[in-house]
């Protein structure tokens, strides 16, 4: 628990750090836009402006996911990590579309760009970005899906900043406009696509699928084949709250001589193999077919006529 504290401590701090930074370069680069009159720059500010808010939701996630569980949330608030990584992506959503939007009537009513002023302030938005995406990307945060949220974000506003920089070198030598439109609307399709990902993966955790990383048929088969006592593994229930797997199933096992002990093999076996720390598992005893396990049949039987005598 000691270490889970303190990565969760490391990741509040670096997602505070860079919240701080992109919030403020935000307003910058908002300020510049409406100076400039360049769309590229306030596209990068819109992306900053999610950044913003994806930065925040996730210090929130982590801070709720530190609260121990009670009698209404029993896996206490891990599920709010997920939720908000969801709301992150469907911002970014809307963000790229304002923006696609704004570039149409740009190439239908082209607008000056003040070229010098652009690429100042693009440049310090490449170097906020930087310092946020360094960040973020230190110690446990690419395990937990919402430092990731981030960092993706962060990451399409990086290209926005190079986008915007190149526009700005364009517009001052050539003094051709419409390149500012055409990049705010390329870097909106690079943020488009990390949104569908972060939107996909976040949906699938939302609708209990099972974790990505473990196959459900395999985890079956090895059990059986790993465990002797174990003949069939069946009713498997796998899904994952926050960064945690949890599973159910039932087991149909020979009769132990001692059920705890095999119940905390399996346990074991779990935890080792698929890194799944909450398991339910019903045990089954059913006869045995097989020469193999006359022995552990009798030994199964007697200790339990001996339970009953008592």
């Not at 908002?30 to 996730?58: C, K, N, P, Q, R």
């Not at 003094?175 to 943020?191: A, E, F, H």
């Not at 972060?198 to 209990?208: A, D, G, M, N």
């Not at 099972?210 to 465990?227: E, M, V």
């Amino acid at each position: 628990m000691a270490h889970s504290h303190s990565a969760a401590d490391g990741n509040r701090s670096r997602l505070l750090a860079a919240f701080l930074v992109t919030a403020i370069y935000m307003v910058a680069e908002v300020v510049g836009g409406l100076l400039s009159g360049s769309l590229a720059l306030l596209a990068d500010a819109g992306h900053m402006l999610t950044d913003a808010a994806a930065l925040l939701v996730a210090l929130m996630a982590v801070q709720f996911a530190q609260r121990r569980p009670d009698k209404r949330h029993t896996f206490g608030m891990l599920r709010l990590t997920t939720l908000a990584a969801f709301v992150n992506a469907l911002a970014l959503l809307v963000i790229t579309v304002l923006i696609v939007w704004e570039a149409i009537q740009r190439f239908t009513h082209p607008q000056p760009v003040a070229g010098g002023m652009m690429l100042v302030i693009a440049v310090g938005g490449l170097l906020a970005n930087i310092l946020s995406f360094w960040l973020l990307h230190r110690g446990s945060g690419e395990k937990n899906l919402n430092v990731r949220a981030a960092a993706l974000h962060v990451l399409g506003d990086l290209l926005g900043s190079v986008g915007a920089i190149a526009a700005a070198l364009i517009i001052m030598f050539t003094g051709w406009t419409p390149i500012d439109p055409i990049l705010s609307v390329l870097v909106s399709m690079l943020v488009l696509r990390s949104g569908w990902m972060l939107i996909k993966e976040s949906t699938h955790e939302l609708l209990e699928g099972a974790p990505q990383h473990i196959d459900a048929d395999k985890l079956q088969r090895s059990l059986t084949l790993n465990i002797p006592e174990v003949r069939n593994v069946h009713h498997v229930h796998l899904w994952q709250v926050g960064e945690k797997p949890v599973i159910t199933l039932h087991v149909q096992v020979i009769p132990p001589r001692d059920h705890d002990a095999l119940l905390q093999r399996i346990h074991h076996y779990l935890h080792e193999n698929y890194q799944i720390e909450h398991a339910t598992v019903q045990m089954e005893y059913q006869r045995c077919d097989g020469d193999d396990c006359d022995l552990h049949w009798i030994q199964g039987e007697s200790h339990s006529h001996h339970g009953h005598n008592h």
